[in-house]
């Protein structure tokens, strides 16, 4: 009976209403059909949940339950409540569940139980794998059983994702009898968008073709149970009978108690059997999460080698904004039309998603592959080699289809004898612990971006604090220390030229314009080195090889065919300009330290970090006593008097240090005195 929740009269009824009414009772009230204490009841059960009632409340077993705007109640036939204690039988098989030692033991148990609590030929525990399909983990059958399925796994298409939602909102479905012919509702509902929903309804009809299906098995009822860890559908108690099996609204309601009870025991023990498995990937994560924090910006490719160890993978690639990074040594064309053919095949908006069979001419040699995709500009590929395994199947997963596209309708498979597949040309399977770690990690990424966001915002307020007063101390220098230098020139150039200072006044002011330019030298560069800070905020690739040829060629000619560039350098990702004088001061360096027969080499290196490359610039000038290599890069800081070797400030590394800090890297040499200098330092791989 479907009562409008509003008005708590009748709007349907199912045909067979007269075996309790002789008059239509379309329109009735709640209050009219049913005895006070349970129309009382029926008004407070609890939204998206049974209520069950017996005598003496109800004369029939009746079970009620609301939806969005209907209150269904549904009246059963009479049940011989015999002499069993339900509560005692459950007690019973709880403590016997309470005994196992491992799921894999627990479910064995509750096989046995269910088959023994409901007197069933067979009972079976039906676990969902990551693609839905399922395998038989546990199976308690009666002597003389015939067929077993333990250790066989069912196609996905079985139990269809409409009857897996079904189980996420039921506790149980109770199927008496296949060949019990169904009733009607009444007054039919013609707009499909009005019809009662009776997913939650003891008493609905079920598939004619599920109801084919398990008579092709040689059932003639079932009873299945849900089985929930983590409020998600783990598995389901499936049991079979060969006879039709009333089990009745009290005998029902305590086996869904129990499947409750011993789901959260599940829950348990699936967790307690991972705790393992989830400190290791908790310790991965958070080494990975760490060097996420340290940097400047997100690069989920910091580390590579963690990537591909956080799952049993052969290789990982990374996409982010500026391309991609991989350890497999695959081509950026190729990871594109990978990354669109699992947008096709699993929808722009799945966070997570895998196969094990990924056509070779989308990617060769890898047919497994698990992504995560923890934001619109960023994707993590895990990728598996071919894996040559068999899997038992009850019956040939290939006759699996129940409709055409035209709707013409199949008959369900008949056969679910044991067939074996050999899989050759795909992977392994992809399993729970690896989905686990990829939204584990995913959820590690969105802690690590909102760090940095908000330590950004820090620095951001900070820097503008800098550079206010920054701009200051360049408004001081260009003026209150730049003046009296111009005085300095000034006057002393006007002693010179108007005065009789004789030879050794004219060398001592001389000195003194030396002194000045020297001065003013060195504020022009503390100017430089204040302001690396505020310039350059957007990376980009750059083209290394490129920079350097035209240093060469323009801005160091005078020197043509005494630097040479060895191989191709790599493309690099940074500030262009930083890049452009980080090799203009390290050349003009190399250049103005070594004579006439002068040789400067600039050549690159595979880095230790995968995601860097390292860049040398190698002369054969003076070189540098080991005991100063530190001192070099301090600022102002010159081992040789300001006239000799061209004069300079002194600020040239140390700049040149600042700006490699600002890309994440960092500068070293090797040197002797007499023997050469070679400056080693990386940046970022484009």
């Known amino acids: 009976m479907v009562f409008d929740q509003t008005t708590r009269r009748l709007i349907q009824r199912s045909t067979n209403y007269s075996r309790i009414w002789s008059d239509e009772i379309l329109g009735k009230s709640l209050e009219e059909l049913l005895p006070e204490e349970a129309a009382s009841q029926a008004s407070a059960c609890a939204e998206h949940r049974r209520t ?108 269809p994702s409409p009857a897996r939602e079904v189980f996420r909102k039921n506790w149980s479905r109770e199927i008496r009898d296949v060949d019990v012919q169904p009733l009607p509702l009444e007054p039919f509902e013609n707009d499909p968008g009005s019809r009662v929903d009776l997913s939650r309804a003891v008493c609905r009809a079920s598939s004619p073709i599920h109801l084919e299906y398990l008579r092709n098995m040689g059932v003639r009822s079932s009873f299945t149970g849900s089985l929930r860890v983590g409020g998600e559908l783990w598995g389901l108690v499936a049991c079979h009978h060969s006879e039709p099996l009333p089990i009745g609204l009290r005998k029902r309601s305590s086996l869904e108690l129990f499947l409750e009870m011993a789901s959260m025991r599940l829950a348990s023990m699936v967790a307690e059997s991972s705790r393992a498995e989830r400190h290791q990937i908790a310790d991965h994560l958070a080494n990975y999460e760490e060097q996420l924090k340290n940097l400047d910006f997100l690069r989920l490719d910091v580390d590579l080698k963690a990537l591909r160890t956080l799952l049993d993978s052969d290789a990982v690639a990374v996409f982010q904004s500026n391309g991609w990074k991989t350890d497999a040594g695959i081509k950026s064309e190729t990871l594109y039309y990978l990354k669109d053919y ?81 899989i050759e040309d795909q992977s392994a399977p992809w399993g729970e612990r690896d989905f686990r770690a990829a939204q584990e990690l995913g959820a590690a990424i969105r802690r690590a971006a909102l760090f940095i966001a908000e330590r950004s915002e820090l620095q951001k307020q900070a820097l503008q604090r800098s550079n206010e007063e920054l701009e200051a101390f360049a408004f001081m220098a260009s003026h209150d220390l730049q003046e009296p230098i111009r005085g300095i020139f000034t006057y002393t150039e006007t002693l010179l030229e108007d005065h009789d200072l004789g030879p050794e006044g004219e060398t001592l002011a001389n000195n003194v314009l030396a002194l000045a330019e020297r001065m003013n030298l060195l504020i022009r560069d503390l100017l430089h080195y204040a302001k ?55 050349l003009s360096n190399a250049a103005k330290y070594t004579g006439d027969n002068r040789e400067i080499v600039v050549s690159s290196s595979s880095s230790s970090d995968p995601n860097k490359v390292v860049f040398q610039v190698k002369d054969n000038g003076i070189g540098i006593h080991p005991d100063h290599h530190g001192r070099i890069f301090n600022l102002f800081r010159r081992l040789h008097p300001p006239a000799k070797y061209g004069g300079g400030s002194g600020a040239g590394l140390t700049i040149v240090k600042r700006m490699l800090e600002r890309h994440g890297c960092g500068i070293w040499l090797e040197s002797s005195l007499g023997e050469g200098a070679t400056f080693y330092f990386e940046l970022p791989r484009a």
Not at 352 to 370: H, I, S
Not at 542 to 567: A, K, P
């Open 52 to 159: 069950y009632l017996a005598s003496p409340v109800v004369p029939w077993p009746t079970s009620i339950h609301r939806t969005d705007s209907h209150l269904l109640v549904e009246i059963e036939p009479a049940e011989d409540n015999g002499s069993e204690d339900h509560h005692l039988l459950i007690q019973t098989a709880l403590a016997r569940l309470e005994t196992a030692r491992s799921w894999e033991r627990f479910v064995e148990i509750l096989a046995e139980e269910m088959r023994s609590f409901l007197a069933v030929e067979r009972a079976m525990i039906y676990r969902f794998l990551p693609d839905w399909t399922g395998d038989i983990v546990a199976e308690s059958c009666l002597d003389g059983v015939s067929q077993l399925y333990l250790g066989l796994r069912f196609p996905a298409n079985d139990i």
């Open 532 to 586: 690396l800070g505020d310039r350059e905020t957007l990376m980009t690739e750059v083209d290394s090889h490129q920079l350097v040829r035209e240093l060469v060629d323009f801005v160091f000619s005078e020197y043509s065919g005494r630097i040479q560039i060895e191989g191709q350098l790599p493309l690099v990702y940074g500030y262009e300009t930083f890049v452009s004088e980080i090799f203009t001061n390290l």
């Open 342 to 422: 699992l947008e096709n095949r699993f929808g722009v908006a799945e966070t997570v998603g895998a196969t094990t069979d990924c056509p070779p001419e989308v990617l060769a040699g890898y047919p497994g592959v698990l992504f995560l995709s923890p934001g619109p500009d960023y994707g993590i590929y895990w990728l598996r080699k071919a894996d040559e395994y068999s899997i038992r199947w009850a019956g040939d997963p290939r006759k699996t289809d129940y409709s055409r596209p035209t709707g013409v309708r199949l008959e369900p498979r008949s056969s679910f004898q044991e067939y074996v597949q050999q």
